[in-house]
């Protein structure tokens, strides 16, 4: 089979899957497949393509078919422009994130500042944070130990040695740390969604990703609320908490943080809606 009949193959396998494109997706997957470049299958459709390497490419269409995210196909999603290794064990990064690390490193001016992650699943954010401040300490946690397994690995990946992780509840994996009171920064993108929200979900998030990093209860709110009550204690005089929140809960975030805290404010994301939650001990 040539390059070129196998990416038809892989673009029928796909073409019926809602919001996908078939052509890019079934390229996407060919290249990992292969091992090829994009300048491979274009330029050299008519190169034949061993038995292997079509089993191979032709698995991971039918399991993409069956609405498997294709970042745990892949083993990989971008963010920040950094490569992540993801398992199913953690969410997929999602761009929109990204509104996190930019606020993050608009409000940081010291070249050393102490950040607090919590909930950091892959470690995307806090990985993030390290490279562009190599001289930041940071403290990421998760209260699961395979979420943390990949943190780990992306932050070796990508030589980010001033991460430093650790498992527990929220803040309680901090415990014995003596952290109150020295942050300048807490950073969080906590699970928001509410048990109504995620049974409408698309398969590819409700069948494949983890419940737990989405779903904190009946509302969505839960963890933001404990959030609200226990990052204050964690960060010095002015620092700040960045926090992401779903569609439709800015009203209710901005009431949990009403008391205790200052100048809370929310920041839109690309496409308008109020994404990050922004408030000062």
Request: aromatic fraction near 8%.
């Amino acid at each position: 089979m040539t390059t070129a009949e196998l990416l038809r193959r892989g673009v029928d396998l796909l073409k019926s899957l809602p919001d996908c494109e078939p052509f890019l997706e079934a390229r996407i997957l060919l290249r990992r497949a292969a091992g090829l470049t994009d300048l491979d299958v274009f330029a050299y459709p008519e190169r034949p393509v061993s038995s292997s390497v079509s089993r191979r490419f032709l698995r991971a269409a039918e399991e993409r078919s069956r609405r498997r995210p294709q970042a745990y196909i892949l083993g990989e999603k971008e963010f920040w422009s950094i490569p992540m290794t993801v398992s199913p064990a953690v969410l997929i990064p999602r761009p929109e994130t990204e509104l996190l690390v930019e606020q993050a490193l608009a409000f940081l001016t010291s070249a050393e500042p102490l950040i607090i992650e919590i909930g950091t699943g892959s470690g995307c954010i806090a990985v993030a944070l390290a490279k562009e401040l190599p001289g930041a300490c940071i403290y990421a946690t998760d209260i699961s130990r395979r979420a943390l397994a990949v943190a780990r690995a992306n932050a070796f990946r990508h030589g980010a040695p001033n991460v430093r992780f650790f498992a527990g509840d929220l803040f309680g994996a901090l415990r014995g740390l003596v952290m109150e009171g020295r942050a300048d920064l807490v950073v969080s993108n906590p699970p928001y969604v509410s048990a109504k929200e995620w049974a409408g979900l698309a398969p590819e998030v409700r069948d494949y990703e983890p419940r737990r990093a989405l779903v904190p209860g009946p509302t969505g709110l839960e963890m933001i609320r404990r959030i609200a009550r226990g990052a204050g204690r964690f960060l010095k005089p002015g620092g700040r908490i960045l926090l992401e929140f779903g569609a439709g809960q800015e009203v209710a975030v901005l009431r949990l943080f009403g008391s205790g805290w200052k100048n809370p404010a929310t920041v839109d994301d690309l496409s308008g809606r109020p994404r990050v939650l922004s408030a000062s001990r």
